[in-house]
């Protein structure tokens, strides 16, 4: 917020957790730049909290080093730590006006009523929260409370900010606006940011990068465009996508993807021999009727409408069934035979290990 803010990364060294003898964060490095938002997304449990509140403080690591900008901070208390935290729940006192909230870690560190008034009005101001000062938590929405505690973070000009599934509690209409303030916020201060979520909608639109975790393990670190369009593993392949992405077994013969019960893709370039699993996008399949050139042929068993587009569910030749998005009118009807034509240039092969083959054409 002010101009001598100091923006600070984050670096991770062989950091590792365990709670008893259940080990929770499995070994992992990793180098946050400054300036950046960095989004941890995953299922629930694979670590990203843990992995946030051991950057925070709140929790001791097992094994490993923390970096705060040059200075190491495993071992530092986390008021010295530089950082000021978000959580899921807001975390307000009750008896204090929103004024006094914001305030509150000011007053902590003996800043001067004068310098106090001004960073709290500034930052209300921004946060469209200027007419909430003189009430108290109990008379405020959820989205109303969740700035306020953004606001509390910002006052402090942290090194780095970190927030812990913020939007958790609010409704879907409350989620789109207030992740819209926090990415125009990023842009304002240039400010380094860690975010938790679940969601991957606000992971894709809120990153710099993402760091997509499984049970205590990076699998993949990069822009949300680099990891959609190039997973590294089946996992983030299937984790990535709403609908997620088709993975199909097939068996590779040169050029060509056999199913095992009927239907083959044409790869349109050699991918060698032997056990794969061939990944489809449902924005990239396109229904093409029960014609002799599609690569893949069912019938459709359900239809969900979303307005703009549609979600076809297809019962392909083997039993399993395929997403696709569709828009073209008419829709085809539960029960209809269809083919389904695939872009060459979008399919995604993984092997036996489950990872990324990497063939002579970018997919």
């Not at 180098?31 to 995953?42: A, R």
């Not at 035979?337 to 990872?355: M, N, P, S």
Request: charged share 30%; proline share 4%.
């Amino acid at each position: 917020m002010e101009g001598s803010r100091i923006l600070s990364g984050v670096r991770l060294e062989k950091v590792r957790k365990s709670f008893g003898g259940a080990e929770v964060i499995r070994g992992i490095d990793l180098d946050i730049q400054s300036g950046e938002l960095v989004v941890f997304v995953g299922p629930s449990g694979c670590g990203k909290s843990t992995l946030l509140r051991l950057i925070a403080g709140l929790e001791d690591l097992t094994e490993g080093r923390i970096w705060i900008g040059d200075r190491e901070v495993t071992d530092l208390a986390p008021a010295r730590r530089g950082v000021s935290m978000v959580f899921q729940s807001y975390a307000l006192y009750p008896h204090m006006t929103v004024y006094r909230n914001i305030a509150f870690g000011l007053k902590l560190a003996k800043t001067d009523a004068e310098t106090i008034d001004q960073k709290v009005r500034r930052v209300a101001e921004m946060l469209q929260i200027a007419e909430l000062l003189d009430r108290r938590p109990r008379e405020l929405s959820g989205g109303q409370r969740q700035r306020v505690a953004i606001a509390r973070a910002i006052v402090r000009d942290p090194e780095v900010f970190l927030f812990d599934e913020p939007l958790s509690n609010l409704d879907a209409a409350l989620r789109v606006q207030t992740r819209v303030e926090i990415a125009k916020m990023h842009q304002d201060f240039a400010a380094s940011m860690i975010y938790v979520t679940h969601d991957q909608v606000e992971a894709m639109t809120l990153a710099d990068r993402m760091v997509v975790l499984n049970a205590g393990r990076v699998e993949q670190v990069g822009a949300p465009g680099e990891l959609y369009r190039r997973p590294a593993n089946l996992f983030v392949a299937g984790f990535l996508g709403s609908p997620s992405m088709n993975l199909l077994p097939v068996e590779l013969d040169g050029a060509t993807a056999r199913l095992p019960a009927g239907g083959a893709v044409d790869l349109g370039r050699t991918a060698g021999n032997g056990k794969a699993t061939l990944g489809l996008r449902p924005e990239d399949l396109e229904v093409a009727g029960d014609e002799a050139g599609a690569s893949l042929r069912g019938k459709v068993v359900l239809v969900e409408e979303l307005g703009e587009t549609r979600i076809l569910h297809i019962a392909i030749a083997e039993g399993r069934e395929v997403t696709v998005k569709h828009r073209a009118e008419p829709a085809p009807k539960p029960g209809e035979a269809v083919g389904i034509r695939v872009d060459r240039e979008r399919l995604h092969l993984f092997g036996e290990d489950g990872r990324r083959l990497e063939t002579n054409r970018a997919a």
